[in-house]
C-alpha cells in the first residue's frame, strides 16, 4: 500500500522526546503535515489552535494521559473531531472504553511505523 498522508494535519502526542521525534519524522516522510505536544494538556492547547486531521497518542504520559486527550477531543463539535489513535506498551483500555472515548484503533508497542502508517490508511 502507498505510505502516503499527504494533505492530512496530524498531532503527534508522546512525552518521549527521542519517540516523538522519531514519529514526527516517521509520518512526515510519508507527506503528513506533522506537530508534535509532550502531553494531553500541551496537545490540547494545540487543537484549540488547529484543527487536525488524525492524532498518533501514547495512552501513558504526564500531565494529560491518553484517556484525558480522548475525554477532551470528544468535547469538540462534530466536524473538528479528529481520527484518535492510541500507542500502548500496556493494554489498560478495554475495547469498550476505547469505543466510548472515540478512540479509532489502539497500537501496541512496540510496532512498526510501516504498519502503523499502512493500518490508518485503512481508516481514512
Not at 502526542?13 to 505536544?37: N, T, Y
Not at 484543527?51 to 486527550?69: A, V, W
Not at 468535547?75 to 472504553?97: A, C, H, R, T, W
Not at 479509532?104 to 510501516?114: Q, R, V, W
Amino acid at each position: 500500500m502507498k505510505k502516503n498522508l499527504k494533505g492530512m494535519s496530524i498531532l503527534i502526542v508522546d512525552d518521549d522526546p527521542d519517540l516523538r521525534e522519531l514519529l514526527s519524522w516517521d509520518f512526515s516522510s510519508a507527506e503528513g503535515e506533522v506537530e508534535s505536544a509532550e502531553s494531553g494538556v500541551s496537545a490540547i492547547e494545540l487543537i484549540r489552535k488547529k484543527k487536525f486531521d488524525l492524532i498518533f497518542s501514547d495512552m501513558r504520559m504526564p500531565q494529560g494521559d491518553g484517556r484525558f486527550l480522548a475525554k477532551e477531543v470528544l468535547k469538540l463539535k462534530k466536524n473538528e473531531k479528529p481520527l484518535f489513535f492510541l500507542y500502548s506498551g500496556f493494554n489498560d483500555i478495554s475495547s469498550q472504553e476505547a469505543k466510548d472515548l472515540g478512540i479509532t484503533h489502539i497500537f501496541s508497542k512496540p510496532s512498526k511505523i510501516s504498519d502503523i502508517i499502512d493500518d490508518i490508511l485503512k481508516f481514512i
